[in-house]
């Protein structure tokens, strides 16, 4: 009936060693994955819409559309 | 849940028959949950007080008042089961014993939801007999011209709304 003694010192520092690297290695991994699933698209999007976006083209649909009250549709 | 529930009744019986007899607290067994007399130390199976205030049994019989006796001698000389008797004379549960988990979980999910779904069923009245009509501006033919409008606007129109529109097609993608 002796069991071995459990250990009574050095608790915390056993727990850290097993999870710090583990924490920071999900953090970049979260960081990593937001950065090219989120911000990479994103940047991306918004580069290829203004690399052909031609300003006065979609003014003229707006105003052919007839949302603008300071400019009437060119029919009338 | 059937624990806490026997300790209310025990409460109960407790404070009534402390009304009735003269003598509060009966020592005969500290754990006998009828006669509760909370200005006296009670015993306790908790993992954070591993040393209750009272040790379990508290009226030794002769044999259990030897094996006390003989636990004033060297203790290399008492046996496995004299020491677990000794043991069980001062606590009730063992650590495993008072930490082993229960279905009790089983039975507070199932009341979480059965009381969810009957809020439901009054949101739902309450929904149909309160509340007032929606306003107008939730009408079908609202809603269309809205649409119309804010695609003729290019709301959002690199990834969110108008993104989603063709405008040759004249339809959605």
Redesign the interface.
């Known amino acids: 009936?002796s069991l071995a003694k459990p250990a009574m010192r050095g608790l915390l520092a056993k727990r850290l060693r097993f999870h710090l690297p583990i924490a920071f290695a999900l953090s970049l991994v979260a960081a990593a994955a937001f950065k090219y699933g989120v911000t990479e698209p994103?940047k991306k999007?918004?580069a290829d819409?203004y690399k052909e976006y031609d300003a006065m083209k979609?003014f003229n649909?707006?105003r052919e559309?007839?949302?603008f009250e300071s400019v009437r549709p060119s029919g009338e | 849940m059937l624990a806490s529930r026997a300790l209310v009744r025990g409460l109960q019986s407790g404070f009534w028959r402390r009304v009735s007899t003269s003598s509060g607290a009966r020592a005969a067994h500290p754990h006998d949950v009828d006669v509760l007399d909370c200005s006296a130390p009670q015993y306790n199976n908790r993992p954070d007080t591993p040393w209750p205030d009272v040790p379990f049994v508290r009226n030794l019989s002769a044999e259990q008042k030897k094996l006390k006796e003989k636990e004033k001698g060297p203790w290399t000389q008492l046996t496995?089961e004299e020491?677990l008797a000794i043991y069980r004379l001062t606590h009730e549960l063992s650590f495993p014993e008072m930490n082993k988990g229960s279905k009790e979980w089983m039975t507070v999910l199932g009341g979480i939801f059965y009381f969810l779904g009957f809020t439901a069923l009054l949101v739902w009245w309450q929904r149909v007999y309160v509340y007032g009509d929606v306003p107008h501006t939730f009408s079908q033919e609202w809603v269309e011209k809205q649409t119309q409008?804010m695609i003729?606007?290019?709301v959002n129109?690199?990834?969110g709304f108008s993104n989603k529109w063709d405008?040759e097609k004249k339809q959605w993608k």
């Open positions: 009936m994103r999007a918004y819409f979609e649909a707006m559309a007839g949302i | 496995k020491k409008m003729d606007m290019r129109p690199v990834q405008y």
